[in-house]
T-cell receptor, first 114, second 114 residues
Framework: EAQVTQNPRYLITVTGKKLTVTCSQN?????MSWYRQDPGLGLRQIYY???????DKGDVPEGYKVSRKEKRNFPLILESPSPNQTSLYFC?????????????FGAGTRLSVL | AQTVTQSQPEMSVQEAETVTLSCTYD???????LFWYKQPPSRQMILVIR??????QNATENRFSVNFQKAAKSFSLKISDSQLGDTAMYFC???????????FGKGTRLSVIA
């Protein structure tokens, strides 16, 4: 089944404890992206990757890092989480160079930073 | 920069009635795509309908249809014969051709009342 898989689905952590949210897609998509969703703000883009080793900042990149060493994986790294990073996070992927102009979303990761 | 505005934070509709959700956007691009996503309580992002800006015909998907007014930069979603399962948050989103990351509105919370 074609899908975008995020892990974990739920995470509670404490301020300053490094964490990684993994994202993997099995559709051989070139583009991948991370969003955070907060009440009243909709979804805002954190980082974007157009292919392996190619990443770009989105609208709210502060406090986050990403890497794209393999085409299928795009982990989101919070090196020193703070309470204002408590949010719902989505990973998404999209194919390049096709007529399929759409993004596929993972199921989301609910993160709470205490 | 592209912006998407949803002016109705919350709406409600009686079961079997019709409801229209509003969305306006701002862009200087001429070729782009517009989307409506549904987010039920499960928080999954579900693509409801997609419109290509170069197509004049409004997109339809079963009970869902859009009113796309390119000159006015308006993209409203009409839900006919509303069902209890339509209760969700609805996001309007914009994408420039080439599968660039989506820009989202802040969402409209729709409640369908029995």
């Amino acid at each position: 089944e074609a899908q975008v898989t995020q892990n974990p689905r739920y995470l509670i952590t404490v301020t300053g404890k490094k964490l990684t949210v993994t994202c993997s897609q099995n559709m051989n998509h070139e583009y991948m992206s991370w969003y955070r969703q907060d009440p009243g703000l909709g979804l805002r883009q954190i980082y974007y990757s157009m292919n392996v080793e190619v990443t770009d900042k989105g609208d709210v990149p502060e406090g986050y890092k990403v890497s794209r060493k393999e085409k299928r994986n795009f982990p989101l790294i919070l090196e020193s989480p703070s309470p204002n990073q408590t949010s719902l996070y989505f990973c998404a992927s999209s194919p390049a160079g096709t007529s399929e102009h759409r993004w596929y979303f993972g199921a989301g990761t609910r993160l709470s930073v205490l | 920069a592209q912006t998407v505005t949803q002016s109705q934070p919350e709406m409600s509709v009686q079961e079997a009635e019709t409801v229209t959700l509003s969305c306006t956007y701002d862009t200087s691009e001429s070729n782009y795509y517009l989307f409506w996503y549904k987010q039920p309580p499960s928080r999954q992002m579900i693509l409801v309908i997609r419109q290509e800006a170069y197509k004049q015909q409004n997109a339809t998907e079963n009970r869902f249809s859009v009113n796309f007014q390119k000159a006015a930069k308006s993209f409203s979603l009409k839900i006919s014969d509303s069902q209890l399962g339509d209760t969700a948050m609805y996001f309007c989103a914009f994408m420039i051709r080439g599968n660039t990351p989506l820009v989202f509105g802040k969402g409209t919370r729709l409640s369908v009342i029995a």
